[in-house]
């Protein structure tokens, strides 16, 4: 297995949707995913939504038997703010008919698992846009398991990146500003560490400061970069060139 590539450039000569379809996928088949869909949540009025992918056969089931107004997942991920995967929803829920038939379609087409990624982002008039952004995944549980153990933080920065690009190529935000953000030198070391996933208090002791100290550091970059979380930070360093991984 390859190392992921955190490169946001790899997206930003993408100008069109199928051009950056055919490179996200390269992204995640390294890493194990058959395939991925993303549905636009702004609302859920039955309208056709922004809809695409690589799982044809799925997105076909999935739109005809109008799964989205009904997908526990989707509902999940209109309000969360971090990616989970398909055991953030317990089993014992899925009791009508409707989700039945879901888990059973979702069965028959071979998934196992799923990373699902939220995404809520502003656009340039401030209205708020949300997708949901699955990675499928055909293997065993327990790969995926032992996959997510090791490359969830750095699939989320790099989900994020081709969410990022999608919002561009949609005409719903503007490309990166060019004018990279100022950090402090601890504020770039915060960030760094950040970006391998640890918690504040294994960043305070790996930079032996206290976890207030690393808290306070890791809140003000995030204010600087004008970012959604530590996630979203992390990310917007990396494409402004602030810290590498």
């Not at 087409?109 to 990624?117: D, K, N, P, R, W």
């Amino acid at each position: 297995m390859n190392k992921i590539n955190c490169d946001h450039l790899q997206f930003a000569d993408a100008n069109d949707i199928a051009a950056l379809c055919d490179r996200f996928q390269n992204q995640i088949t390294e890493y194990g995913f058959s395939a991925f869909e993303l549905v636009e949540t702004t609302d859920l009025h039955p309208h056709t939504p922004f809809h695409f992918g690589t799982a044809d056969t799925w997105r076909r089931i999935y739109i005809a038997n109008g799964f989205r107004f009904i997908d526990p997942y989707l509902a999940k991920s209109r309000y969360a703010g971090l990616p989970f995967d398909l055991g953030a929803v317990a089993q014992s829920d899925f009791k009508t008919k409707a989700l039945v038939q879901l888990v059973k379609a979702a069965e028959a087409a071979g998934i196992t698992q799923c990373l699902c990624i939220p995404h809520h982002q502003r656009d340039r008039e401030g209205q708020v846009h949300s997708h949901f952004l699955v990675l499928i995944w055909t293997k065993t549980d327990s790969e995926f398991r032992n996959l997510m153990a090791v490359h969830r933080h750095t699939l989320h920065i790099v989900a994020l990146y081709f969410l990022d690009r999608v919002m561009v190529l949609r005409g719903l935000s503007e490309e990166n500003d060019p004018n990279a953000p100022t950090l402090t030198e601890r504020e770039r070391e915060i960030l760094t560490q950040a970006a391998q996933g640890l918690p504040s208090d294994e960043l305070a002791a790996l930079l032996s400061i206290s976890a207030l100290t690393a808290e306070t550091h890791l809140k003000n970059a995030i204010k600087k970069m004008k970012a959604r979380n530590r996630t979203h930070a992390v990310a917007l360093a990396i494409a402004h060139g602030l810290i590498r991984i």
